[in-house]
T-cell receptor, first 112, second 115 residues
Framework: TQLLEQSPQFLSIQEGENLTVYCNSS?????LQWYRQEPGEGPVLLVT?????EVKKLKRLTFQFGDARKDSSLHITAAQPGDTGLYLC????????????FGTGTRLQVTL | DADVTQTPRNRITKTGKRIMLECSQT?????MYWYRQDPGLGLRLIYY???????NKGEISDGYSVSRQAQAKFSLSLESAIPNQTALYFC??????????????FGPGTRLTVL
């Protein structure tokens, strides 16, 4: 059983469209992170959210941590081809500060 | 220069061979990790080390061993490689002073193929 479920698994959209990626769990997390991974490279940290209900914005990307700290979402406004990649959520489960649990990933393709 | 480096970047080997993957970091972090990535399974933790004298098994440690030679170096060994160990392998680091966040910084990965 995957601790962090991401949806959708794949998303193919055109430039300019908006999209939302979801990261859900039945467990509570003390913090949650989003990473982006491009082909041939390792994941790169985008943001960390730590407070229930927290919203963070990074240019056209908006990240939200659920009130109960069990879920998170990533919204991209006016997607661009440069947003193409694998998006991974990862969390520190309460009581397990030593380990980061990763979601299964959402592969996004943005075409012209 | 990259903060976290991995060597080799690509490796093809045969079943039964011993393989070592190396990781070095210049971030000054005390914690280091080895993950493998398989399609549809995300990143899974193999081993992690909080300092030179501390080594811990992750969720999929069978068939693997590690060595923390120095704070900046953490190597992963496959004693006798088998085909289902074909995967992308990533090394990562984090700073214990921010342990509650556990923000990790990844190397570029090693693509390992076991024939």
């Amino acid at each position: 059983t995957q601790l962090l479920e991401q949806s959708p698994q794949f998303l193919s959209i055109q430039e300019g469209e908006n999209l939302t990626v979801y990261c859900n769990s039945s467990s509570v997390f003390s913090s949650l992170q989003w990473y982006r991974q491009e082909p041939g490279e390792g994941p790169v940290l985008l943001v960390t959210v730590v407070t229930g209900g927290e919203v963070k914005k990074l240019k056209r990307l908006t990240f939200q941590f659920g009130d109960a700290r069990k879920d998170s979402s990533l919204h991209i406004t006016a997607a661009q081809p440069g947003d193409t990649g694998l998006y991974l959520c990862a969390g520190v489960k309460v009581g397990t500060a030593s380990k980061l649990t990763f979601g299964t990933g959402t592969r996004l393709q943005v075409t012209l | 220069d990259a903060d976290v480096t991995q060597t080799p970047r690509n490796r093809i080997t045969k079943t039964g061979k011993r393989i070592m993957l190396e990781c070095s970091q210049t971030k000054g972090h005390d914690r280091m990790y080895w993950y493998r990535q398989d399609p549809g399974l995300g990143l899974r933790l193999i081993y992690y080390s909080f300092d030179v004298k501390d080594i811990n098994k992750g969720e999929i440690s069978d068939g693997y061993s590690v060595s923390r030679q120095a704070q900046a170096k953490f190597s992963l060994s496959l004693e006798s490689a088998i085909p289902n160990q074909t995967a992308l392998y990533f090394c990562a680091t984090s700073d214990s002073t921010l342990a509650s966040l556990n923000e990790q910084f990844f190397g570029p990965g090693t693509r390992l193929t076991v024939l």
